[in-house]
């Protein structure tokens, strides 16, 4: 299975919205609505955003969003705060009964 | 509010087994509904789902083609925890292994380990 495709890098100014996509095929992303992302601070464990393509954990700002459209989840991050700056990483369920993740992406808040 | 704490050793001889242990509080191993998975996190592989265990009436496990002739992912009802094995190790599998907690079985992780770095070295 391979991993899902997401860009390096993207970057933003305090205040600007960014979106990071996440593109799979129709045996992953575009089969299932069970699209998932995660923020991950430079050495810690990964914390969960967004599950189920579009829903919050209780308790995240609703300053984070996901969506999807055919085999391309994304993830939108609104009013950027310098704390945002991490790697994301999506996830999505597979035709195979596995799970398999994006390369990350490194968001840079400028 | 479910925590993993994870443990086992963080250097292992090519060949041999590495084992990991994922004690949880806040839930229970036997959950009707949360899968309980190993993922790992290496510069090379990336993020990289292993398998899981699960409970719905009887014990079931999946497990990642990749791994899927080396790894057995055990429950441990007694003490409320999990544990990986993988077999026949090699420098491939050093990476920083993470236990995480699916609560629905929607295929999301919430909560993670705290992780543990594995070196595959003699």
């Known amino acids: 299975q391979s991993a899902l495709t997401q860009p390096a890098s993207v970057s933003g100014s305090p205040g600007q919205s960014i979106t990071i996509s996440c593109t799979g095929t129709t045996s992953d992303v575009g089969g299932y609505n069970n699209v998932s992302w995660y923020q991950q601070h430079p050495g810690k464990a990964p914390k969960l955003l967004i599950s189920g393509v579009n829903n919050r954990p209780s308790g995240l700002s609703n300053r984070f969003s996901g969506s999807k459209s055919g085999n391309t989840a994304s993830l939108t991050i609104s009013g950027l705060q310098a704390e945002d700056e991490a790697d994301y990483y999506c996830?999505?369920?597979?035709?195979?009964?596995?799970?398999?993740f994006g390369g990350g992406t490194k968001l840079t808040v400028l | 509010q479910a925590q993993l704490q994870q443990s086992g050793p963080g250097l292992v001889k090519p060949s041999q087994t590495l084992s990991l242990t994922c004690a949880i509080s806040g839930d229970s191993v036997s959950s009707s509904s949360a899968a309980w998975n190993w993922i790992r996190q290496s510069p090379s592989r990336g993020l990289e789902w292993l398998g899981r265990?699960?409970?719905?009436?009887?014990?079931?496990?999946d497990y990642a083609v990749s791994v899927m002739s080396r790894i057995t992912i055990t429950p441990e009802t007694s003490k409320n925890q999990f544990s990986l094995q993988l077999n026949s190790v090699t420098p491939e599998d050093t990476a920083v292994y993470y236990c995480?907690?699916?609560?629905?079985?929607?295929?999301?992780?919430?909560?993670w380990g705290q992780g543990t770095l594995v070196t595959v070295s003699s």
């Open positions: 995480a907690r699916d609560p629905l079985g929607g295929n999301w992780y919430d909560p």
């Open positions: 265990t699960y409970y719905r009436s009887k014990w079931y496990n």
């Open positions: 996830s999505s369920y597979t035709n195979s009964s596995s799970v398999v």
